[in-house]
Each structure stands twice: as C-alpha cells, then as structure tokens.
C-alpha cells in the first residue's frame, strides 16, 4: 500500500470519526480539526486555526500560576491527575459558551515534513454517559433512602429507629446524659381503618406524623416502627421533662381534627410508654421497657402517658 492510500485513507477516517480530533504543533496550536469537533464545539476550524487549546478548555487555564492548557501536559504519565493512562475528564467551551464534559486522549503523531512535532487529541462527548452516572447515582440514593424511610409517612422507618436508639445508647454512656425513648400508639386504629377505609388510616397515620414532628425538637428522632405504632427518642432529657413533652405532643393530637368530608371530621388519641435510656441496656431491652409501659396506659383506659417502671 502506498503512503499517498495510507494518508487518503487516515483523512477519510478522521473525516468520518464520531470523535472529535485536534491536531496541534509543539507551540500548543491548533493545526487541524475534524468536522466532529467542529460540530461538538460550534467553531469552525477558520476560527480554530492558530489558537491554543486553552481556547477550547478555558477552565484548565490557571492564571495565578501563569499556566495554560498545554498538550504536552496531557501527555505525560507523571501527572497525577490522570485517572488512567492518558484519559482525563475536562470541560470543553462551545462558541455559544456552554461547558461540555468530554473525556481527552492525547498523544504525539509522527513529525510534520518540516521536523515539527506534532501532537493529537481525540475527544469523547461523554453528556449522555455522566447523564446515566447522575441517573444511577440518584437510584442508589434513593434506594438507600427507602432502605431507612417509612414510605407513606417519610418518617425514619424500624430499622433507622433501632440505629438511632444504638447510638443514642452510646453517647449516653460516653457522655453520661439523661436520655429518653417513647413509643406512641394511636388508640382504636383497627377501628378507623375498619370503619372508614385504609385511605382514612393513612391519612391519619400522616396527619399525626406531622403533628409529632411540630412538636418535637430538631435533634429528637421520631419514627414509624410498626403499623400504628411510633418511636421517640428525646436526647438530653431527663424523666420529667419528658413528660412534659409527651403530654403536649398528646394534647395537640387529641386537639386535632382530622377531615374526613364534607363536614365530618375525625378526632384521634394515643396512648405513649416511656422510660430512661439507660447506658448499660440493648436497643431491644429499652423499647421492650418503653413497651410494657404503654401496654399500661392503654389498660388504663387509653389517651395518657405511661413511664417504666410502671
């Protein structure tokens, strides 16, 4: 094959290439480029011609160090932001000035007839591939966020709770503060569902997940641990103060009218066990604890609060 086929058809191929190509001269100017590149960045390669590549890539461009983006830079393996081999990630500049992520190869290609060093870059438009990344790192995100989220309310779910009473275990051991955890349950629940749907059950089981949330501090922990039934950690509480608290978040739900329709509105109670969260414990041990004494409230007629021991 004859140089002069070998050169027509290294043309037709960058010609024809999905991948935009630069070709620069060892001054780091624009020589050449191919129809994709002026169809990813906007220029034509009249406006291109003789620029530098920092033109293209503005943002590799660092003027407190009277630095500019260089070819040569991209070439050499010591760099250390290479992530591998002579791939990197940079921000190509469009003539309508919009940033596009792309991924560079560069290299050195055989000497100009002249002897000068010539060097090439092939660039990737990699829009759609960050788009999937962005796509995929929201599901994992998601994901973990369901993993720890009560779907219908948004409140922390059982498993979240029991993690945070875990570490509510050890910051009062380290730190030996009063600490204490409530489980709450909405009295007659099966009754309202039976009654007037499960759409009504939901609405209600959001509406007071709302009015625990009011209620409560930023630094105190609310979750849903079973179907009608809520966990509350208040951290740097003692008893009494807890009672306090409870009785309030008690009053405001009994206070609350929850809108069936028309004009029929619902009202709801709960009934609340609480204890001190005692370093020496497990997790299960405390909420076992908080347990029995809400199993008392509601034997002793419903609508009241209940400490351990009872």
Same mark, same amino acid.
Do not use: W
């Given at each position: 094959?004859?140089?002069?086929?070998?050169?027509?058809?290294?043309?037709?191929?960058?010609?024809?290439?999905?991948?935009?190509?630069?070709?620069?001269?060892?001054? /780091?100017?624009?020589?050449?480029?191919?129809?994709?590149?002026?169809?990813?960045?906007?220029?034509?390669?009249?406006?291109?011609?003789?620029?530098?590549?920092?033109?293209? #890539?503005?943002?590799?461009?660092?003027?407190?160090? /009277?630095?500019?983006?260089?070819?040569?830079?991209?070439?050499?393996?010591?760099?250390?932001?290479?992530? %591998?081999?002579?791939?990197?990630?940079?921000?190509?500049? %469009?003539?309508?000035?919009? *940033?596009?992520?792309?991924? !560079?190869?560069?290299?050195? !290609?055989?000497?100009?007839?002249?002897?000068? @060093?010539? #060097?090439?870059?092939?660039?990737?438009?990699?829009?759609?591939?960050?788009?999937?990344?962005? +796509?995929?790192?929201?599901?994992?995100?998601?994901?973990?966020?369901?993993?720890?989220?009560?779907?219908?309310?948004?409140?922390?779910?059982?498993?979240?709770?029991?993690?945070?009473?875990?570490? %509510? !275990?050890?910051? $009062?051991?380290?730190?030996?503060?009063?600490?204490?955890?409530?489980?709450?349950?909405?009295?007659?629940?099966?009754?309202? /569902?039976?009654?007037?749907?499960?759409?009504?059950?939901?609405?209600?089981?959001?509406?007071? *997940?709302?009015?625990?949330?009011?209620?409560?501090?930023?630094?105190?922990?609310?979750?849903?641990?079973?179907?009608?039934?809520?966990?509350?950690?208040?951290?740097?509480?003692?008893?009494?103060?807890?009672?306090? $608290?409870?009785?309030?978040?008690?009053?405001? $739900?009994?206070?609350?009218?929850?809108?069936? #329709?028309? /004009?029929?509105?619902?009202?709801?109670?709960?009934?609340?066990?609480?204890? @001190?969260?005692?370093? *020496?414990?497990?997790?299960?041990? !405390?909420? @076992? #604890?908080?347990?029995?004494?809400?199993?008392?409230?509601?034997?002793?007629?419903?609508?009241?609060? +209940?400490?351990?021991? $009872?």
């Amino acid at each position: 094959m004859s140089e002069f086929l070998v050169a027509d058809i290294s043309q037709k191929i960058v010609e024809h290439s999905i991948d935009a190509i630069i070709v620069l001269d060892s001054e /780091n100017k624009i020589n050449l480029v191919n129809p994709a590149l002026e169809v990813l960045s906007g220029f034509h390669f009249d406006e291109l011609k003789d620029k530098s590549l920092d033109y293209l #890539f503005p943002k590799e461009t660092y003027p407190e160090e /009277n630095k500019t983006a260089q070819i040569t830079n991209y070439i050499s393996k010591e760099e250390s932001h290479y992530a %591998t081999g002579h791939l990197r990630e940079l921000e190509l500049n %469009t003539k309508l000035g919009a *940033s596009i992520p792309v991924e !560079i190869r560069a290299f050195e !290609i055989s000497p100009a007839t002249d002897g000068t @060093k010539l #060097f090439a870059t092939i660039i990737r438009d990699i829009r759609e591939r960050k788009r999937m990344e962005d +796509q995929r790192t929201l599901l994992i995100n998601s994901l973990k966020l369901l993993a720890y989220m009560d779907e219908l309310t948004l409140l922390p779910n059982r498993r979240s709770f029991y993690d945070s009473v875990q570490k %509510t !275990i050890a910051i $009062v051991k380290r730190r030996s503060r009063d600490s204490v955890l409530a489980v709450m349950d909405i009295d007659l629940f099966k009754t309202i /569902n039976d009654s007037y749907g499960h759409d009504i059950g939901d609405m209600v089981l959001k509406g007071i *997940s709302k009015i625990f949330t009011d209620c409560l501090r930023e630094e105190d922990t609310i979750g849903r641990i079973g179907g009608e039934e809520f966990g509350c950690i208040l951290p740097d509480t003692d008893v009494e103060s807890a009672a306090l $608290v409870l009785d309030r978040i008690r009053e405001s $739900v009994k206070a609350h009218r929850f809108f069936i #329709f028309d /004009n029929f509105y619902l009202n709801v109670t709960i009934s609340m066990g609480y204890t @001190k969260v005692h370093p *020496s414990q497990q997790a299960e041990e !405390i909420i @076992k #604890f908080a347990d029995i004494a809400l199993y008392q409230a509601k034997n002793s007629g419903r609508d009241r609060i +209940q400490v351990y021991p $009872v």
